[in-house]
């Protein structure tokens, strides 16, 4: 019966009331006084339940001292929704009990951005399985590291923290105190382990699975070029990242420690730049080139099917391989051997241009109602806020009323993606035709 009403809905309306039906829940469930400790305005609780929910990590209350052992759970459990997405789960639990059909199949497929939706059964149970063997093992080695604590207070701490690594969250219970991340190798590696699986996406990990299996049985397997892309581009954006944080911080916030220190840590930033947002020192300290390469490295994101968010790095790949052709006279985008279908070249131009648009127009009017705070610290915030990666300067607990609306609406945006946003919005009118086509005439291009 679930199955049949979600074919019902475009499945960018499904992502978009999806999310909305969890963030309200929370804001309820977060509403309770059994969830807090202290009193909280309506919209604090809003925006603490869409911050969580978007995997965001921008808060305008503390956690600690704010919401009970409850709290936390149901600040966990929307985590942990919104990193594997609400339809994701609904439809793995109803696979586990009825065949899916062929209409929900295709819906599953386009939901997680899947063009093979054969295999949709096998490939939603191991994206649980994965999600759920990766979160309690890192789990069970942050709950190792820690400091000590009362047992029920570690196992909460380090059970939050694995599932926010692994969501890319960028904020876990921990986030008041980075040193104990950083000065812990085994919790800073865990994390930076935890986020690189959670933002490599779920398709391309069942690849190299299948991979590894049909290399050990001697039977050949190819990458599809969604997984290719992903790979290869993931390596170089870390890579260059690394190597630019290094070069930037290592006289600033790296000059105290060691070289394999401070390898390590740029290592660790290189990773956390790209969605989750996690520091180990605190943000004012970086130089402000620094904070630029954080905004163009979160705002390129993670993979698509990941827990990561940004307008992901396939649609940058793809976004300069038409640039590439342009440039080059050609008619066509072509990667890897492969020629891009033009109705994804559209789509990658619309959700660069919206989404470098909604950027601006928040910051324009931020800078509005937030006089106190300088374009930087305004631009960063609306940036970290768009590709949920949750950094900020400070602005964020000081916001007014209308700021903290914008940025709600910006972490929401960002997180659905401003792409799917506009077709789930978009109303149903008079189907468009292709029998005709309308005459041809150039214009001037500067």
């Not at 790095?313 to 052709?325: R, V």
């Not at 631009?379 to 700021?403: P, W």
Request: aromatic share 12%.
């Amino acid at each position: 019966m679930v199955a049949k009403r979600l074919i019902q809905f475009s499945p960018a309306r499904i992502i978009f009331f999806s999310f909305f039906l969890t963030i309200a829940v929370g804001t309820f469930l977060l509403w309770l006084p059994i969830s807090r400790t202290t009193p909280v305005s309506f919209l604090d609780l809003f925006f603490t339940a869409t911050s969580a929910t978007c995997v965001t990590g921008l808060f305008t209350i503390p956690l600690q001292g704010t919401f009970t052992f409850f709290g936390k759970c149901v600040l966990l459990a929307l985590v942990q929704i919104g990193g594997l997405g609400l339809i994701t789960m609904t439809l793995f639990f109803i696979s586990l009990f009825v065949d899916l059909g062929l209409n929900t199949q295709l819906m599953a497929g386009q939901i997680l951005e899947i063009e093979s939706w054969k295999n949709i059964k096998r490939i939603l149970i191991f994206i649980i399985l994965v999600t759920l063997y990766t979160e309690l093992i890192g789990a069970l080695l942050i709950f190792s590291a820690l400091p000590e604590m009362p047992k029920s207070e570690a196992w909460l701490t380090a059970l939050f923290h694995s599932v926010a690594s692994f969501c890319n969250a960028g904020f876990s219970l921990l986030t008041p105190h980075p040193e104990i991340v950083g000065n812990n190798a085994l919790i800073l590696i865990t994390t930076a382990v935890l986020m690189v699986i959670g933002g490599i996406g779920f398709v391309t990990w069942y690849e190299i699975v299948e991979y590894v299996t049909s290399f050990s049985a001697k039977q050949r397997h190819r990458f599809s070029l969604h997984s290719k892309i992903i790979i290869y581009s993931s390596a170089i954006l870390f890579v260059v990242t690394t190597i630019l944080f290094w070069i930037l911080e290592h006289n600033n916030t790296l000059a105290k420690m060691s070289v394999p220190g401070g390898i390590v840590n740029s290592i660790f930033h290189a990773i956390s730049f790209k969605s989750a947002g996690f520091v180990t020192t605190s943000i004012g300290d970086f130089q402000i080139a620094t904070l630029f390469l954080i905004m163009i490295v979160g705002f390129i994101g993670s993979s698509p099917g990941s827990t990561g968010s940004g307008v992901k790095i396939t649609t940058f790949i793809l976004f300069l391989a038409t640039i590439k052709a342009s440039i080059h006279g050609r008619t066509a985008v072509e990667i890897g051997g492969r020629r891009i279908p033009i109705d994804q070249i559209y789509r990658v131009v619309a959700i660069i241009a919206i989404s470098v648009g909604w950027v601006l127009m928040t910051t324009f009017c931020l800078l509005i109602t937030e006089k106190d705070w300088s374009l930087l610290d305004i631009i960063f915030e609306t940036n970290t806020a768009f590709t949920s990666l949750g950094l900020s300067t400070g602005i964020t607990s000081t916001l007014s009323v209308i700021g903290k609306i914008f940025i709600i609406i910006t972490m929401f945006i960002g997180r659905v993606g401003s792409f799917t946003m506009i077709l789930a919005l978009r109303l149903r009118g008079r189907k468009e035709t292709s029998e005709f086509t309308y005459p041809e005439e150039r214009v001037m291009l500067g």
